[in-house]
């Protein structure tokens, strides 16, 4: 069958979950420490470090789409993405470990703070040019969209691993040396290793959809979003996802000043890890069984539904049952991490099927800010729901037994922050997915188009005298097209009396109701 081909051996998926890895180890370092790191060790005053994070998401506005331009602008032997994968690994492993330098006693007040400001905004920099293209490679890899969602699934669940080095390097190491030392050996250590993980990926997985010859001009990464509908619904609705981030941003709080005890973080930290994970692990089946946007709405209902559970059961019990109860909660956040970013595939070819064009990189350039974009408003409402529940002296060290006195009514603030607020609020984002309308059986339509095309286009095939694709418009093939040339199949050895999986007489009858429905 056409679209049951396979493309993708063992050591792309190993490899890409490997690069993965590198880059989950890094957004747990800098996101998980980088904070405290400011702070604690550079002693920078927390409001100038807050101003900082907020230009630089203004940047992340202007950098991400340019990226995702130039993405879709490069033409390479190793194609589009690979290059600035492999290119790229080795500086964004120099800038981890100079972040973490200890120069507190080195530098002036304002010396820290423009170190801080060149810093970061040249590791946000790396992360665009490293990230985005990593995001795109699943897309081009292979044109099956089994073998799609399963080295996204799979990537995903090491990568979810690779979260927690940072946890891990930091539980080890300030055993045996203070916090300043703790930082260094933590960026050297990631910043040597992720790069070589990020050009194992980049070496071994091939683009095998060519890139579709265009002009893309800077502002088509700002108006591809409004062109292709179907993706604007996505990304409204991820943006809104944000609300369920503050359960992880949380857990620090909840540990240290309800249970008195900040080394727990590690209890809650791995079991939730692992239970995300086994929801990746079980996304590509539960994708077989039902669309993207129908698995994403049901798992974040479900989320919700435990999160309200533990609110109800309380933070008096023993933490043990609250850890515990938090696993079968993020069972879920593993499926709701993959379902998106089939989506966003999903749309990609739809948008290939409408228009012939296909814009990988404005697309994942355009998810990665976007998930910039729902980190600051985490940030920044966390911040607000902190002080409505007069929320005082903030933790600004590791110290196991920080536990400052604060009032029953920020107590019962802080646990329902992590439990009932983001249940309440996060079935929001569930809105705009109500006008996504990729369903399966259009999906399957527009894959079988797709992959007839590019059968066609692999061994010489002709498009002249073919009719254009879905809603007779601008598209390639529609299903009456495929039929008109079955003799076609034989040349590549394909099973007689299929197209796209499906037998001529389904295939007959699917394109005769489309075309029912349309009058």
């Known amino acids: 069958k056409i679209t049951e081909r396979k ?16 880059t989950a180890a890094i957004t747990g370092l800098v996101s998980g420490y980088l904070l405290i790191f400011y702070t604690s060790v550079l002693g920078i005053d927390p409001l100038s470090v807050g101003t900082m994070f907020l230009i630089s998401k203004i940047w992340d506005g202007v950098n991400d789409p340019i990226m995702g331009v130039i993405i879709d602008k490069t033409r390479n032997k190793m194609g589009k993405m690979r290059p600035y994968l492999l290119y790229g690994a080795v500086p964004f492993g120099l800038v981890i470990i100079a972040m973490f330098l200890p120069l507190g006693n080195v530098l002036s007040s304002i010396g820290k703070v423009v170190f801080m400001y060149a810093s970061y905004l040249l590791y946000d920099f790396m992360s665009t040019l490293v990230g985005v293209p990593l995001d795109g490679l699943p897309a081009v890899a292979s044109p099956n969209s089994e073998e799609r969602a399963k080295i996204i699934s ?36 990631i910043g040597v290793l992720a790069p070589v993980f990020m050009i194992l990926g980049g070496i071994n997985v091939k683009e095998r959809i060519q890139p579709i010859t265009e002009n893309v001009r800077v502002l088509d990464g ?199 607020i983001p249940a309440v609020l996060n079935p929001v984002c569930i809105i705009p997915f109500l006008f996504y309308t990729l369903s399966g059986k259009r999906m399957a339509e527009i894959n079988a188009r797709l992959s007839y095309k590019r059968m066609l286009e692999e061994h010489g095939g002709e498009f002249e005298g073919l009719e254009s694709g879905e809603g007779k418009t601008v598209g390639w093939l529609s299903l009456e097209d495929m039929l008109r040339t079955p003799t076609l199949f034989a040349k590549v050895g394909a099973e007689p009396g299929e197209v796209g999986g499906m037998s001529l007489e389904q295939a007959n009858k699917l394109a005769y109701s489309k075309r029912a429905e349309t009058k």
């Open 222 to 420: 700002f108006k591809y979003m409004f062109q292709n509908k179907q993706f604007l619904v996505l990304i409204l609705g991820l943006l809104l996802t944000f609300f369920r981030n503050l359960v992880s941003a949380m857990q620090i709080y909840m540990v240290t000043y309800i249970y008195g005890n900040g080394s727990l973080n590690i209890a809650f930290a791995l079991p939730g890890a692992v239970a995300s994970m086994i929801g990746m692990l079980f996304a590509p089946w539960l994708k077989k069984r039902m669309d993207a946007k129908k698995l994403f709405i049901l798992s974040t209902l479900v989320h919700s539904a435990v999160l309200i559970l533990v609110w109800l059961v309380g933070y008096e019990v023993h933490w043990g049952l609250t850890a515990a109860l938090m696993f079968f909660a993020m069972l879920p956040v593993g499926i709701i991490n993959v379902a998106p970013h089939l989506m966003v595939i999903d749309t990609l070819d739809y948008w290939e099927d409408k228009t012939g064009k296909r814009q990988e990189g404005i697309a994942f350039a355009i998810v990665s800010l976007r998930s910039k974009v729902s980190s600051a408003f985490k940030d920044y409402f966390m911040a607000f729901l902190l002080a409505t529940f007069l929320f005082a002296t903030p933790l600004t060290s590791a110290v196991n037994d920080h536990s400052p006195w604060q009032l029953q009514t920020t107590l019962d603030g802080l646990f329902m922050i992590f439990t009932l």
């Open 7 to 22: 493309y993708l051996k063992p050591k792309d998926y190993i490899t890409f979950s490997m690069a993965r890895f590198a």
């Open 154 to 189: 799979v990537s995903r669940i090491v990568g979810s691993i690779g979260e927690q080095s940072g946890l891990v390097l930091y539980s080890f190491f300030i055993m045996f040396m203070n916090m300043k030392t703790t930082f260094l050996l933590m960026g050297i250590v």
